[in-house]
């Protein structure tokens, strides 16, 4: 299910796209998304990584300095304090490519994002 226009096939033919020192932290994130939430579709979508339910919960995109987490505003908004020590905006996180993942916060964002979709269902 891509959309119109990706030159990506699959996540792990995006993944596979970057140099081999970025390819372990996407592949970090990845999985550590599809743990939290394995019944998501995860697929393409802008040209990058992206997990579904109920709508878009989360995309996330390699950088020349960083690792792009895209929460969607409200992921960010109820999390300010726990990523203000990184490079963000409205719907964007940076992570340091050369710093370790905050797997933590990820989490936290994530399982908020599921219930906010799963509320939005109802």
């Known amino acids: 299910m891509e959309e119109k226009g990706e030159r990506y096939s699959s996540v792990e033919g995006y993944i596979g796209s970057f140099p081999a020192v970025v390819q372990p932290k996407l592949r970090e994130l990845r999985q550590l998304i599809r743990s939290i939430i394995p019944e998501a579709e995860e697929r393409i979508s802008y040209e990058m990584p992206a997990y579904f339910l109920n709508g878009v919960l989360v995309y996330f995109g390699a950088h020349s300095n960083h690792i792009g987490f895209y929460p969607t505003s409200s992921g ?3 999390f300010e304090t726990e990523v203000s020590k990184y490079e963000r905006s409205k ?4 992570f340091p490519r050369g710093g370790p993942l905050p797997k933590e916060v990820v989490e936290r964002i994530v399982r908020f994002r599921v219930k906010e979709n799963t509320a939005k269902k109802r």
């Open 76 to 78: 960010i908004t109820a």
């Open 91 to 94: 719907g964007a996180i940076q």
